[in-house]
Each structure stands twice: as C-alpha cells, then as structure tokens.
C-alpha cells in the first residue's frame, strides 16, 4: 500500500487507453498507477513524461505536468548515452596519431 502524499511520476507505458505510471519516492520507484490516458495532463501523455502526483486511498486524486523535470531527465539520459556511445581510443588509433 502507498501512503497518501505527492509522487513523482514517470509515464512508463500505455495500454489500450491506460497510463502506467510508476511512482517516485527519492529517485526510486516504489509503486505504480494505472489511470485512463484522457486523466493525464495533455502535454504528459507520452512515455517518459514525468508528472506530479497526488494520491489518496492509493487512488490518484490530482496528476500535474513537470515539463522541466521530463527535459532535465531527457538531456541527462541522452548525455549519459553520448558518453557511452564512444569508444575507447584502441592501441592502432594511439599510434596513428605517435
């Protein structure tokens, strides 16, 4: 059962006409809510959209955008990918350059 307070969430799927979203507590996720697609804010309704929730009784009772929050993520995971992406110098690209 999730206590009753403010959530960050993470648009994690859709199906059929549901949002999954999973629910944040310090970075992890604890719980997820699942809710009619039409009950997400219209600028949300995508995958990795990341929103505030507010649940009670475990029920979702106000869902608000966090448009900075979604671009800060994206522009770190997509930095985090770049970094990853390159590869190491291997000993025949060292001594082309010796």
Same mark, same amino acid.
């Given at each position: 059962?999730?206590?009753?307070?403010?959530?960050?969430? !993470?648009?994690?799927?859709?199906?059929?006409?549901?949002? !999954?979203?999973?629910?944040?507590?310090?970075?992890?996720?604890?719980?997820?809510? !699942?809710?009619? &697609?039409? *009950?997400?804010?219209?600028?949300?309704?995508? !995958?990795?959209?990341?929103? =505030?929730?507010?649940?009670?009784?475990?029920?979702?009772?106000?869902? &608000?955008?966090?448009? *900075?929050? &979604?671009?800060?993520? =994206?522009?770190?995971?997509? *930095?985090?990918?770049?970094?990853? =992406?390159?590869?190491?110098?291997?000993?025949?690209?060292?001594?082309? &350059?010796?």
């Amino acid at each position: 059962m999730t206590p009753d307070g403010i959530y960050t969430a !993470v648009v994690d799927r859709f199906e059929d006409d549901l949002a !999954v979203l999973l629910l944040e507590d310090d970075g992890d996720a604890v719980d997820q809510a !699942v809710l009619d &697609t039409e *009950r997400l804010p219209e600028d949300a309704r995508y !995958v990795d959209a990341v929103v =505030s929730v507010e649940l009670e009784d475990e029920e979702v009772i106000d869902i &608000t955008s966090e448009e *900075r929050e &979604t671009v800060e993520r =994206s522009e770190r995971a997509q *930095r985090r990918f770049d970094e990853l =992406s390159q590869r190491p110098p291997s000993p025949e690209d060292e001594s082309e &350059t010796s």
